[in-house]
T-cell receptor
Framework: AQSVTQPDIHITVSEGASLELRCNYS??????LFWYVQSPGQGLQLLLK??????LVQGIKGFEAEFKRSQSSFNLRKPSVHWSDAAEYFC????????????FGTGTKLQVIP | DGGITQSPKYLFRKEGQNVTLSCEQN?????MYWYRQDPGQGLRLIYY???????QKGDIAEGYSVSREKKESFPLTVTSAQKNPTAFYLC???????????FGQGTRLTVV
């Protein structure tokens, strides 16, 4: 079955420290991959997406993600975290273009301490 | 500005009552979706629609109903048959060329 796994439920980092959020997927073929961010009580905002090509993807707010086919991973990174990055982050995947069903991970809640 | 509008932001309902959540988009997207979000469970798909007057069940459709009479609108009715309706509901839309979904701000439904 298709699945997206985010192994870390909560992560706490200090402001200014680097961040890596993990995401693993299980699909028959390489899926389209996404990272979304959600502030409390709000909708989801797209940070970045990967369809094909360069495996290092740049997104908004200084985030990037690297697709690693051999590890079935799509980890999200940021070199220096700001207090405003505290939110919940969701990794998602779908089987391709068109109206493919999107599968979401269970989310990683990021806490930033001063 | 283009976007997705969900209303109301907060909704309270008594047990045994049906309630309808509104979702409107002006992005000219063909597809629209309803998700339910519970703590620690991510987003689960309730219903989706790829075109006007057509919709399909998602993973957790029981106790919910939808309609798609207009391209811009995709209301969700939470019926009394839904055993545990208290949750955060998110509406989204997309086009096949862009693939990624655009989300509304959500409606928090509480059964009292």
């Amino acid at each position: 079955a298709q699945s997206v796994t985010q192994p870390d439920i909560h992560i706490t980092v200090s402001e200014g420290a680097s961040l890596e959020l993990r995401c693993n997927y299980s699909y028959g073929a390489t899926p389209y991959l996404f990272w979304y961010v959600q502030s409390p009580g709000q909708g989801l905002q797209l940070l970045l997406k990967y369809f094909s090509g360069d495996t290092l993807v740049q997104g908004i707010k200084g985030f990037e993600a690297e697709f690693k086919r051999s590890q079935s991973s799509f980890n999200l990174r940021k070199p220096s975290v700001h207090w405003s990055d505290a939110a919940e982050y969701f990794c998602a995947a779908c089987g391709g273009g068109g109206y493919q069903k999107v599968t979401f991970g269970t989310g990683t809640k990021l806490q930033v301490i001063p | 500005d283009g976007g997705i509008t969900q209303s109301p932001k907060y909704l309270f309902r008594k047990e045994g009552q049906n309630v309808t959540l509104s979702c409107e988009q002006n992005l000219n997207h063909d597809a629209m979706y309803w998700y339910r979000q519970d703590p620690g469970q991510g987003l689960r798909l309730i219903y989706y629609s790829q075109i006007v007057n057509d919709f399909q069940k998602g993973d957790i459709a029981e106790g919910y109903s939808v309609s798609r009479e207009k391209k811009e609108s995709f209301p969700l009715t939470v019926t009394s048959a839904q055993k545990n309706p208290t949750a955060f509901y998110l509406c989204a839309s997309s086009n096949p060329q862009e693939v990624e979904a655009f989300f509304g701000q959500g409606t928090r439904l509480t059964v009292v």
